[in-house]
């Protein structure tokens, strides 16, 4: 549970001696830009993380910004998260690891709500929502990039709002910190409509961004979030449609994969071949992804990913890899039993027992959520010698769809369909990739349509099916 109070002065000016220096290095940022606002409006968690509360962010403080007129940007609330960056430097939250590396991990949020005509005190909703991002962190251990986007489908304040998901950016005002535990950015949360989360989807966040820059009513140049907005900027101005089209055709999607519910079938596999049913599972459950594989993904997460032009596939866990991934984070949040390292999953398979099978024939089977996304994996990514994952929300299950010519795939032309335990890769041809888009195009609009829907190529074995979200409620089916 959160109480709201003042900060004290002497907090606030770092007057204390025993006060935490990282603590303390935010609150100096803050005071540069709010040199008058030395005691804001704090949300602070009354049970702190560390001694077992339910909100990992200790305070969020809120401060009355007065805008730029030079620059059209209107007066707002802005909001500070305090947490995810190391606060103490004892290793009672985070684990101390000197000054060279990143605070905690690495970064705080920020938000910037439009302050409506007689508003005297900031809404403390956003706050509940930091948290809520904040709770997926820490339990996930993945971090948030500039660009990143975060589908929520519901509105951020609970209200009847369009704005109902959220891209994520630097702050426009406040700078990256070096404090004694490492150093601090600030990720600027930004509530956009669906089509706007959709546009950044079929493109990237980051230019959906900029056009909302260029759009006061959407943001303006700090990109503050009005929840009465009622249009989005394609109606606004619907030119920005044909800017979001032209990039799609020449740069592609950014979105190099999904958390999402689905599950393949491999259809060539006898059910009595016991033999090799333990590549795929363990008596009746899917294998967990062994603890080899899980020190690749995080390595590769380390370095980053980035696009080259010879696209290359990363070792694949997929517990939502950062920068350029697509978060269906609702179900994270929302529900903290959830977890993709569940321990309902059977026992860790050592990776050396685990071969590549090469499948004849597969079955996937997506909810509809997901399965809209099938054209962007096809136009926006594989047309472009990209890859794309599907990542099960229900367990370690993977698809990888890639193109001819993704390095470290180990599906290929000959046998393009492999699997390497539970994930399984599909590697399609351009012309193979067309004939698909043709006969998915219904999936195309997105409109809520009768399932269970499917489609079949006899002639290549593979066949998709989109189903209802109840299909997915056990992880086994």
């Known amino acids: 549970m959160d109480e709201v109070r003042p900060t004290s002065g002497a907090q606030a000016h770092g007057l204390v001696q025993l006060f935490p220096p990282g603590l303390q290095a935010i609150y100096g940022e803050c005071r540069r830009l709010y040199p008058e606002q030395a005691n804001p409006l704090q949300v602070t968690a009354i049970v702190k993380y560390w001694l077992g509360g339910p909100d990992p962010l200790d305070y969020i403080s809120m401060y009355r910004n007065v805008g730029c007129p030079a620059q059209d940007v209107q007066e707002h609330w802005h909001y500070v998260s305090f947490g995810l960056s190391d606060l103490y430097g004892d290793n009672r939250v985070h684990e101390f690891t000197g000054p060279d590396g990143p605070s905690g991990f690495g970064f705080e949020l920020t938000f910037r709500l439009k302050r409506e005509v007689g508003e005297t005190a900031p809404p403390t909703w ?4 930091m ?19 975060v589908s929520w489908h519901s509105p951020l304040d609970n209200s009847e709002s369009r704005i109902q998901h959220m891209l994520l950016t630097e702050d426009p005002q406040m700078q990256p910190i070096q404090t004694p535990f490492g150093t601090v950015s600030f990720l600027q949360i930004v509530g956009v409509c669906t089509e706007e989360l959709q546009a950044a989807q079929q493109w990237n966040g980051q230019g959906i961004l900029e056009l909302m820059r260029g759009v006061r009513v959407a943001g303006g140049p700090w990109l503050i979030t009005d929840m009465r907005r009622g249009e989005t900027i394609f109606e606004i101005d619907p030119q920005l449609q044909e800017r979001v089209d032209q990039g799609i055709e020449t740069e592609g999607s950014n979105l190099s994969g999904v958390s999402a519910k689905c599950v393949w079938d491999d259809l060539s596999r006898p059910p009595e071949d016991e033999e ?16 080899k594989d899980t020190e690749q993904i995080r390595e590769t997460l380390r370095k980053g990913l980035e696009f080259n032009s010879k696209a290359a596939l990363p070792p694949i866990n997929m517990f939502l890899l950062h920068s350029n991934y697509f978060l269906l984070l609702s179900v994270f949040i929302r529900s903290r039993k959830d977890s993709l390292e569940s321990e309902s ?28 996304l099938l054209p962007l994996c096809l136009r926006g990514r594989l047309l472009h010698g990209r890859h794309f994952t599907y990542k099960s929300i229900n367990g370690d299950t993977a698809i990888t769809f890639v193109s001819t010519g993704v390095e470290g795939a180990f599906a290929t032309e ?23 888009l043709g006969d998915l195009q219904e999936l195309n609009t997105r409109d809520e349509t009768k399932l269970p829907k499917e489609y079949s190529w006899p002639e290549k074995k593979l066949k998709i099916s989109v189903l209802p979200d109840s299909v997915f409620d056990n992880p086994l089916q």
């Open 276 to 291: 090799d049913s333990r590549s795929i599972c363990i008596g009746s459950q899917p294998r967990r992804l062994s603890d």
């Open 126 to 129: 956003p706050a509940e929502l």
């Open 414 to 436: 000959e046998h393009p369909y492999a699997a390497h335990g539970p994930w399984l890769q599909i590697l399609l041809t351009e012309e193979f990739v067309e004939q698909m």
């Open 345 to 372: 999953s059977a026992a860790i398979v050592p990776h050396e027992l685990v071969r590549t099978r090469q499948l004849e024939s597969v079955h996937l089977k997506f909810n509809q959520e997901s399965g809209t």
């Open 131 to 149: 948290q809520g991002l904040a709770r997926y962190v820490f339990q996930s251990e993945n971090t948030f990039c500039s660009g990143d986007h």
